[in-house]
């Protein structure tokens, strides 16, 4: 059987096409999903550390004029 020499036929071509193609598609998904993961972590801590401090110390009011004699 005869071997091409030279550049590659069409389906040669497009065969190298669909790869390049496949490969760029799979890294900017896998960036995406890494950029996506590393930003709802983010979001979790500060929206975690947003939360105000819980007072346990007592349950009324203390300094509000209303509650004073």
């Known amino acids: 059987m005869m071997r091409r020499r030279g550049r590659p ?27 996506a993961k590393k930003n709802q972590a983010s979001a979790d801590h500060s929206r975690q550390s947003t939360k105000p401090p819980l007072n346990l110390s007592s349950s009324w009011p203390t300094c509000s004029p209303r509650w004073t004699k």
């Open 9 to 35: 036929g069409l389906v040669g071509t497009m065969a190298r096409t669909a790869v390049v193609a496949g490969t760029a598609t799979a890294v900017v998904g896998g960036v995406s999903g890494r950029k």
